[in-house]
């Protein structure tokens, strides 16, 4: 089956079967992770790592004497080699098929202490990177965070819930196939890097959570950036792709939600935060969203004014405020509300084309910064280190081409159709670096596992374009052979 041909239509057997897949992967998953659980809560408590390398990762707020005016202008200058260099090297990836999010990325890592602050240190005897000091890194963050709260909020305006329409079955379930085999092996991982690579007293049930989570992220918007670059955002692969990956993104926010009420409360505790973000979900989708959409549909002719950008930004500030109270992330809450309103409105497309530039290019930077800031690959040191990156590499695309190679094929898809969804399932990007940040923040993953995490999303995200090339090549090598 060609990438542009329509995907067979299912009989009710097939849709049975596709349903028992999915129904005994998610029994199968559940099941071995309760084992799983029980196995890594007998485990000792970790040793976590050394109090220097977290208060590194974690700069702590400067002093009340440190002048704005001394702070400013670093900030200033941080932001401005952090869009120069990764706009630069945005470009240069490009030149090779990588999506410029690639090169912001790395840009942050090379300014910050992995590359720069250790040529400062070991070459020129400095205490720090001139351009990311530490004294900027929490107003450094308070602007990463604004401007991941309006990325998702874009995300959310721009998630298209008719590209679920069509292929709700097949897309459900090699969505949820993709999640639970990283899922289940980002778990079983966790049995074997809890002791090494855990904070201390973080609870085994906690960490196997989170890793399952990490492990099991697509990044929407970067996959739906390689789609358009290669003009099949139309095929069906594409589509099929965009409406996997969109119930991806739902189903993580929905898990990393559950690990943060794991993680923030005791077991009640996190069952009144996983109760309180099902009632805010369902509030926002069926109650929210129809409303909004009769309210813009009955004003978008006037465009957007003043008093309508106050009110939507009025709405973004409060659904965030309160999904950060219920004890989740404020991101969850900026998406949700970009849900609410209708992706093909005018409004949606006005908030698109005047937010996309000023986030895309000013604020994300400033979180690209901030993650290079507390992305320290000096941590994995040694041989034991890197193999374990390595194996989280491994781990991960294992994972997620498997399971939707699997899930796909029972969809009825051919085999060069399920690899080429499971290699393009396989992007991260963005997504993954919000979710680690924020396992950072709850102390879930230490620093040094979170650098290997991040080299696990930039490998995983560089292979993307390069291996859906290599699947073309050799599909096309075979239809001249079978022509000749």
Not at 70 to 76: E, G, I, N, T, W
Not at 85 to 93: E, N, T
Not at 194 to 200: C, V
Not at 312 to 318: C, D, G, H, T
Request: hydrophobic share 55%.
């Amino acid at each position: 089956m060609s990438a542009g041909e329509p995907l067979p239509n299912k009989r009710p057997s097939s849709r049975w079967r596709l349903l028992a897949f999915y129904g005994l992967s998610l029994a199968v998953t559940v099941a071995l992770f309760i084992a799983i659980r029980a196995v890594g809560e007998k485990l000792p408590t970790p040793a976590g790592d050394a109090p220097a390398s977290a208060i590194a990762a974690n700069p702590a707020p400067p002093a009340a004497a440190t002048k704005p005016v001394q702070v400013l202008p670093r900030l200033l200058a941080a932001l401005a080699a952090v869009i120069i260099v990764g706009r630069v090297l945005g470009i240069v990836l490009g030149w090779i098929g990588q999506p410029p999010v690639i090169g912001e990325v790395i840009a942050g890592i090379l300014l910050g202490p992995s590359l720069l602050g250790w040529i400062c240190r070991d070459w020129f005897g400095l205490p720090q990177s001139p351009l990311l000091p530490p004294d900027v890194a929490p107003y450094l963050g308070v602007i990463a965070q604004l401007g991941v709260i309006l990325y998702m909020f874009l995300v959310g305006v721009d998630f298209n819930t008719e590209l679920l329409k069509s292929h709700v079955h097949a897309a459900t379930a090699i969505s949820h196939a993709s999640i639970l085999a990283p899922f289940l092996l980002g778990s079983l991982l966790a049995l074997g890097i809890f002791g090494r690579l855990a904070p201390a007293e973080v609870s085994f049930t906690s960490f196997a959570l989170f890793m399952g989570v990490a492990m099991a992220v697509t990044a929407f918007p970067v996959l739906a950036r390689i789609l358009t670059d290669r003009n099949i955002s139309r095929t069906e692969l594409g589509v099929l792709a965009l409406s996997c990956a969109a119930v991806d993104d739902v189903t993580a926010w929905c898990l990393l939600a559950l690990v943060a009420g794991v993680v923030q409360s005791q077991v009640s505790g996190a069952l009144s935060v996983i109760g309180l973000s099902l009632v805010y979900i369902a509030v926002m989708l069926l109650v929210v969203r129809p409303i909004a959409g009769r309210l813009i549909r009955r004003v978008e002719h006037n465009g957007l004014g003043p008093t309508a950008i106050a009110v939507i930004f009025a709405a973004l500030l409060v659904s965030a405020l309160t999904t950060e109270w219920i004890g989740i992330h404020a991101v969850f809450g900026a998406f949700l509300l970009g849900v609410t309103v209708p992706h093909d409105s005018r409004i949606a497309k006005s908030l698109s084309s005047g937010l996309e530039q000023v986030v895309t290019v000013l604020l994300l930077p400033a979180f690209f910064a901030y993650t290079g800031m507390r992305t320290q690959i000096g941590l994995i040191s040694g041989w034991e280190n890197w193999l374990i990156c390595g194996l989280i590499i491994v781990v991960a695309s294992v994972g997620k081409f498997g399971g939707t190679l699997a899930a796909a094929r029972f969809a009825g898809l051919d085999w060069r159709m399920g690899s080429a969804l499971g290699v393009l399932m396989n992007t991260r990007g963005l997504m993954e670096l919000i979710v680690l940040n924020i396992g950072l923040d709850l102390g879930v993953i230490s620093p040094t596992l979170f650098a290997m995490m991040v080299i696990m999303a930039l490998v995983t995200t560089m292979a993307t374009a390069p291996l859906l090339a290599l699947l073309e090549s050799n599909a096309s090598a075979r239809t001249a052979g079978q022509v000749a």
